[in-house]
Nanobody, 127 residues
């Protein structure tokens, strides 16, 4: 079982930056693929980024490539999402998610592939 707690959300102007953190409980954090998803009002939850258990591989949604960076520190049981050049359309609740590594090496973009979820943190980007 893994428990996830996000932090770092807030209000920022367009063009600004935020760094989200997701702290995980449990000894097996380093064996989990971690992902970030977001959900804007009236829209479905969408994939943002994912990172392999070792941190050596990442996967990004086209909408955030070149602006967002996912990283992890297994010693601290924490995954991060550095968000730069924020746009009003990035406004959403951001969720951290985890799934056990399955040996296939796939960094899934499908939310149903992830077993554990945090409660979310609000990010609001003003124009």
């Amino acid at each position: 079982q893994v428990q996830l707690v996000e932090s770092g959300g807030g209000l920022v102007q367009a063009g600004g930056s935020l760094r989200l953190s997701c702290a995980a409980s449990g000894r097996t954090f380093s064996t989990y693929v971690m992902g970030w998803f977001r959900q804007a009002p009236g829209k479905e939850r969408e994939f943002v980024a994912a990172i392999s258990w070792s941190g050596s591989r990442t996967n990004y949604a086209d909408s955030v490539k070149g602006r967002f960076t996912i990283s992890r520190d297994n010693a601290k049981n924490t995954v991060y999402l550095q968000m730069n050049s924020l746009k009003p359309e990035d406004t959403a609740v951001y969720y951290c998610a985890a799934r056990p590594t399955d040996g296939l090496g796939i960094l899934y973009q499908d939310s149903y592939k992830y077993n554990y979820w945090g409660q979310g943190t609000q990010v609001t980007v003003s124009s």
